[in-house]
């Protein structure tokens, strides 16, 4: 199946500094790729949907300021935590949507997720 | 408003014996229902999903999800749980096949035990 790569796996980091994820379709092009954010036995939280050539779609209460989303390419996406804080600290994950036809010849699209980033914030 | 509930935090069975996880879900028009596994520091992999068709559907690693309409609930089985089914299931629902919209469950952590 399609595979979602992230990159760091962990990184840690002290306070006000700004750490970049990116997000990378390795078999396929997305056009639309989501972050998410996840806290300790927690779900996933939605926060913004990553558009390829256009600006992001933030959620309701996640500042866009603070998490900046570039989406350059049919493969790549990345998001940057500007001014680290203690509090960003979580497991940020992306996933990218693989738009294709199903065996009948219709139009599907499939969620692939990647495995997630370790962000901690001293 | 769409949402979901995973009404069980922990679930925890025997290895062999049968396994179900709950979920059930609310959402304006048609339903589409995913189950996810997590394991520890990994992302979410794709197990099954519900759009249309039959109620029953099967998935990866033998899981299967019966789709009740009446009963709003889209159960995760298994008719025989092994140790490495332990991990964390999450039940999300989308209004439509865009899963990228998902509204996620609390999820429920599997134990099996030997």
């Known amino acids: 199946g399609a595979v979602v790569s992230q990159h760091p796996s962990r990184v840690i980091c002290k306070s006000g500094t700004s750490v970049k994820i990116e997000c990378r379709s390795l078999?396929?092009?997305?056009?639309?790729m989501f972050w998410y954010r996840q806290f300790p036995k927690q779900s996933l939280m939605l926060m913004a949907t990553?558009?390829?050539?256009?600006?992001?779609?933030?959620e309701q209460g996640v500042e866009k300021d603070k998490f900046l989303i570039n989406h350059a390419s049919l493969t790549l996406s990345t998001l940057t935590v500007t001014s680290a804080h203690p509090e960003d600290s979580s497991f940020y994950i992306c996933?990218?949507?693989?738009?294709?036809?199903?065996?009948?010849?219709?139009?599907?699209?499939?969620?692939?997720f990647g495995p997630g980033t370790r962000l901690t914030v001293t | 408003a769409q949402s979901v509930a995973q009404p069980e935090d922990q679930v925890n069975v025997a290895e062999g014996n049968p396994l179900t996880v709950k979920c059930t879900y609310s959402?304006?028009?048609?339903?589409?229902l995913f189950w996810y596994v997590q394991y520890p520091n990994r992302g979410l992999q794709f197990l099954l999903k519900?759009?249309?068709?039959?109620?029953l559907v099967k998935g990866s690693y033998g899981f299967e999800a019966e789709f009740n309409k009446s009963q709003t609930s889209f159960h995760l089985k298994k008719p025989s749980a092994l140790v490495s089914d332990s991990a964390l299931y999450f039940c999300?629902?989308?209004?439509?096949?865009?899963?990228?919209?998902?509204?996620f469950g609390d999820g429920t952590t599997l134990t099996v035990k030997p």
């Open positions: 519900y759009i249309t068709g039959d109620n």
């Open positions: 990553s558009n390829e050539g256009s600006k992001a779609t933030y």
């Open positions: 996933s990218a949507i693989e738009d294709r036809l199903d065996p009948s010849g219709r139009e599907c699209s499939e969620q692939y």
């Open positions: 078999d396929f092009q997305a056009t639309t």
């Open positions: 959402v304006s028009g048609n339903p589409y």
């Open positions: 999300a629902v989308s209004p439509n096949t865009n899963a990228g919209k998902s509204t």
